[in-house]
């Protein structure tokens, strides 16, 4: 044996290590190739052996070959083995091997799960470390799922080293298996707060990760990092955060004005240019976010582009770039800042780095304006002649499209001027642009009528001189452009001096190499212009001319016949069998002209590029359901033969089709412009166009400027667009002088001395009038077009599934646990699996539809309100500033769910925030699926406004988003449970303290229900439920869902309410203490809705009940009814409890003061899990959960006025005792009944 | 994130590659030609920044790199990170080389790349940078080098003596072609 190890060893010394094969490969310079394949048969060989080492060592190489371009996936199952190799040495040569060459498609990595688990777990630091690094680059979902627990234990390892390591998988892991991302989390965030700076960076870095993907779920942990901000001193961390505030504050915008200061005093501290720049960077992203206007932002602007400036301007190009980077963000918002810099950023076009000047090029786009665009597109036009580089080239041609093109050709003063720079676009060599091209001449053609004549006769020209365009194969890109001008000659033929002659050009042989598409476009086209030429001709009574034309035709068309492209060739037989028979009848003397230009009468009208998808679908139509019975999978095999043929009838009825009769025609447009004029969704031509249209009805016949076509020309017969500058300045002068002449015209009229007006400043944008009185239609779109701008989204992003709501994790957790399906996935054998009661499966699955369709009618709305509802909050933020001064991030009102947990972090400060309540009703919520109990029950700290649709309309959104929320949750729950569910098994160490947010949850919770009867009767149904206002002391809010049972129409509904000295309804101010509420809607026949109503109460300590009607009208077809409904509001203590939730540490110190008064009940008989006890208590009585261990629980809540609450929940066999403090006895006391009084019930 | 780490020399024979999201060999190879050629053409004086590589990534990657006497260091990153981070983190990686090899050249990356892997690994890890400070760079480097030796043990010594004697057979390695120009000038290089 030992013979054996050391035989081994000098074996070795003569086998080739990685330094003898790179010597080799080196020295092999002319039969490289050749050198390689002997290596690799070597390796194959030192891969059959037995020693370790050896394989080690030819692993090594193949990592080498592998960059050189050589597949060793082949080896991949001995990677494996020096994988698992005890040597630290061969591990680490393995695991190297394997991130380079293993990926997801591998399949031996399914044999690798156990081995790296084991390394994991190893003693040994670095061979942990050595599988987490080459584990971030393979892995799989399979092997996510399976060692996300693994990892996640790693993240607490003892060693920074290992800490760091495993933070920063973790994100890996989130990316392959979404559903980790939850458990994992609360943990992710401990780590922000690591002592270890290499620990903390990296969980900055996977958050930062994660929230660039989905901003709105990390709002939360704002507070968190501006905390780091401040603190750090790491530039790396600063770096990340600062990115990280630029994602969040387009969408909290009072975090951006939280920002604006630390972040300036960092610009004008920091030495670091990165550090700078991202300060930088991020002020420029709040200062988009934020609305302009504000005094204090001009100032923010000016420091931005004064320090862009100034990178601008240094030597060193890496500043350069990146500050014309980032003044192009600035752009967007603030152009008018940015256009004073406007001769630098010139400057910089003539740079000669080309990222450079991509990056001014970038900016160009926003310093045009009426006057200077010519003169800018001149110089573009210079750098596209003198460009080298295609890419460059391209990029400037695509600019200099957009420039002109942007905002509905909004700087074109001039549509002769863009024809003529789109023709001379077209003779760049071998751009791909070519359809970019075409497409604007056709868009431009279209859209500005005016401009028709010239167009066409520009197109004409180009089409006479196609074969410079066609000449060389390098320009076929170039010749989309011919298709565009195809259609256009074709289209608005009626402009063309001289048909016959591009009828000829078109129809010419050389046509034939064209690409099909585009002889397609010939063909149909040529039709069209022999209509026109038979029209102009059979005038003339000369009758031969006409027919000669036919005969043109006859001729050419065979040509195009015979193409092989299925398209042209169709087209082609049509059409010269249509012209076949013109001819006979034209020797019939027969007038055909009128009945063959009926074939393409009408006008085509620009229709928007996502109209066809904005066409809502009709109510009642399911596009997912068969029309018929689904063909069974053998008849369709055979039908589809048959298709072919079936598909080639229509082709002879279809010129038929087109030859709709005037009249018919003109009916329907007629009919269709009324529709679209009463119709709001149908986007008009913009009034001033329109203004045009009517003044002007003859703009057809603007006469168009006269070229001197004598000026030199690259391509005979093209204009130079450079005429056009001097041709434009010559016109504004002339304007100018004009004016002048007005100007003092008036001046003697009035003969006042005092007039000293400019006459020669510069003049200003609005003088400059368009040369040409421009119609640009808008595009159509057809009528109830859907408006939603969603259609971008790409639904393969990987980043959507980590799209998880963590904010009632992160925050309140207790009252929020993670759902059983949630953990993650834990060894443990199989057989064990727990038993899964099936009603909340079933629960979830038959809730699903129904909620389905109600979400996607309120997804639209729910955007506006939401913009509503953000500026009201601003208002009302003013209102309460004195509350909290600088004392958290936000401000405080946590009314959005999106800020809920600004206060986490402050531990043994007790929280103020309503915004536990409303994760608690989340909670609740997803506990019980009910879709009217769910319910916005969130307080509401609104006081009572008067303008009561506003409020009403708050509150629905509120509504609605819970539900989403709701579903979502149920949908991932449902979700994972199909996939996973044999994974889910507790630690079974059950010993372990959970603290905040880890209570188990090991039976789903029966359904839960805060909202009780209020009062009934055959009319209506009133459900209610109240909570207490955390803003107000001394202010509850009810919440009450009017429910219509009748087949009536429920109106004019008032609430009332008989005061008592301690609680009192809140009324508008100017009504009388006996007046009534008016309920701010109205209910038709089966609907529900909720209202809201506020009371200030005084002494909380006692439950009271307030005496109440109802008053309504019933409306029927033909009578109408007053009716009335009394009730009873009950105010349980409970309802002045609001969740809190409270750390273990404060709640020992609470405990330990000695000011709180003691008290207990035991509740016999209670047959419930403890957890669903827990949860009762927490979503009855507004507790969260403080710690719980084995079946003991601790559990706190805060009133309304600040007393504090604890209980101490513990179970044994059927007994539930409860210790409880307080610091108000009384209260303590019935919110004990009224617990005891929740269990006695169930 | 970092999508890919390239190092190639001057005629763009690759040195290290590390790509952090699969490519097929193949695929590989192009990206480096095509990265090669885009990068070898500018001077040494135009921005570190390039956009327009087709292969890899989009709109939103971009290229950054330096270039160090014979060899070029590109990193392909996305918009989530600091262009200047990133570039200061190649310097990072570059000295910290030089402290590993002492005095690194092109010779030591190409017959050390497992080695030069590892220091990289120390560096970034699944695409996102895991430490910047280089001294905790170098002194895990050095841990792990000297587990590697222990294990190495007796049974190793004769093979290094072969290599050593191999080596000597050498004089046309030269030792001094040095990275050179440690000392560009970075912007913010001192704070980090």
Known sequence: ???????????????????DLVRGIRNHKEDEAKYISTCIDEIKQELKQDNIAVKANAVCKLTYLQMLGYDVSWAAFNIVEVMSSSKFTYKRIGYLAASQCFHESTDVIMLTTNQIRKDLSSPNQYDTGVALTGLSCFVTPDLARDLANDIMTLMSHTKPYIRKKAVLIMYK???????????????????????????????????????????????????????????STNNWVLIKIIKLFGALTPLEPRLGKKLIEPLTNLIHSTSAMSLLYECVNTVIAVLISLSSGMPNHSASIQLCVQKLRILIEDSDQNLKYLGLLAMSKILKTHPKSVQSHKDLILQCLDDKDESIRLRALDLLYGMVSKKNLMEIVKKLMLHVDKAEGTTYRDELLTKIIDICSQSNYQYITNFEWYISILVELTRLEGTRHGHLIASQMLDVAIRVKAIRGFAVAQMATLLDNAHLLTGNMQRMGICEVLYAAAWICGEFSEHLENPMQTLEAMLRPKVATLPGHIQAVYVQNAAKLFATVLKSQEGNTDSTAAQETSQLMIDRLPLFVQSANLEVQERASCILQLVKYIQKLQQKDVEVAEEVSALFAGELNPVAPKAQKKVPVPEGLDLDSWINEPPSESESEDEQPKAIFAKEEPKHSRPRREEVDEKELAKRREARKQEQANNPFYIKASPSSQKVYQEAPGVEHIPVVQIDLSVPLKVPGLPMSDQYVKLEEERRQKERAEKKKKEKKKRKEKRSGRGKKHDSGPESEEDITPAHQVDIVTEEMPENALPSDDDDKDPNDPHKALDIDLDNLVEAAARRPLADSEKLPVRSHRAAEAPKSPTEDGDATSQEPKKKSSKEKREKKKDKDRDRKKSKEEKKKKKHKHEEKGEDLLGGEAEEPVVQSEETNEVAAPPTSTSAEETATVAAAEAAPMPEATSGIAPDSEPDEPKDTEMEETKSSKHKKKKQKKEKEEKEKKKKKKHHHHHHHSDGGGEEAVQNGTVEEEEPLPPMSNYCLLAENSYVKMVYDIQGNLQDGSQVVVSVIFENKCDSFLKSMEFNVLDSLNSKLQRPEGSGPHDGLTVPFQLPPGVSNEARFVFTVQSIIMPQKLKGTLTFIVKNEDSSTHEKLDFKLHFTCTSYLITTPCYSDAFAKLLESGDLKCSSVRLEGVNMPFHHLLARICFHHHFSVVERIDSCASMYSRSIQGHHVCLLVKVSAQTVSIDAKCDEPTLLGNVLDEIKQTFSQC | MIKAILIFNNHGKPRLIRFYQYFAEDMQQQIIRETFHLVSKRDDNVCNFLEGGSLIGGSDYKLIYRHYATLYFVFCVDSSESELGILDLIQVFVETLDKCFENVCELDLIFHMDKVHYILQEVVMGGMVLETNMNEITTQVDVQNRMEKSEGGLSAAPARAVSAVKNMNLPEIPRNI???????????????
Not at chain 1, 1 to 18: C, E, P
Not at chain 1, 188 to 202: H, I, R, W, Y
Not at chain 1, 207 to 215: F, K, Q, S, V, Y
Not at chain 2, 179 to 185: E, Q, R, S, T, V
């Open chain 1, 1 to 19: 044996m030992a013979l054996k190890i050391v035989k081994g060893s000098i074996d070795r010394m003569f086998d080739k290590n990685l330094q």
């Open chain 1, 173 to 231: 892991v989130f990316l392959k298996y979404p559903e980790s991302l939850r458990p994992a989390f609360p943990r992710l965030k401990e780590k922000l707060e690591d002592p270890d700076p290499g620990v903390q960076s990296a969980a900055v870095n996977v958050i930062c990760e994660l929230a660039r993907r989905n901003p709105k779920n990390y709002l939360s942990l704002a507070p968190l990092f501006f905390k780091l901000m401040t603190s």
């Open chain 2, 178 to 192: 040095n990275i050179g120009d440690i000392n560009i000038k970075v912007p913010s290089l001192s704070p980090f």
